[in-house]
Nanobody
Framework: VQLQASGGGLVQTGGFLTLSCAAS????????MGWFRQAPGKEREFVAA????????YYADSVKGRFTISRDKAKNTVYLQANALKPEDTAVHYC???????????????????WGQGTLVTVSS
């Protein structure tokens, strides 16, 4: 299984980025796909998740209304549209996959089975 994250970069406050996560190696039909991030010196935290089958989405309060997660079944790719970026969004962003059996635990790092390598988002003030 491989999750290949891309799309990070350097933007100014208020700017936007589109992160992509190309998934391969198995069917993700019964999986939840998530984005997490880790800033220097901080723990990895949940950003957003989407259920592959239904498209149901979940967001951390800190990004609700600014970020949008989506998936393209035909391309086996998950996207994170990050708008109105703030300096506090600066972090390495990771995509991950968890079996749908996690139910309501889609925000927990420990429930995700597969992880990508991360892509760095830097927001300058």
């Amino acid at each position: 299984v491989q999750l290949q994250a891309s799309g990070g970069g350097l933007v100014q406050t208020g700017g936007f980025l589109t992160l992509s996560c190309a998934a391969s190696g198995r069917s993700f039909t019964d999986y939840v796909m998530g984005w997490f991030r880790q800033a220097p010196g901080k723990e990895r935290e949940f950003v957003a998740a989407v259920r592959w089958n239904s498209g149901t989405t979940y967001y951390a309060d800190s990004v609700k209304g600014r970020f949008t997660i989506s998936r393209d079944k035909a391309k086996n790719t998950v996207y994170l549209q990050a708008n109105a970026l703030k300096p506090e969004d600066t972090a390495v962003h990771y995509c991950a996959a968890a079996p749908s059996s996690v139910m309501g635990r889609w925000y927990r790092v420990s429930d995700y089975r597969y992880w990508g390598q991360g892509t760095l988002v830097t927001v300058s003030s």
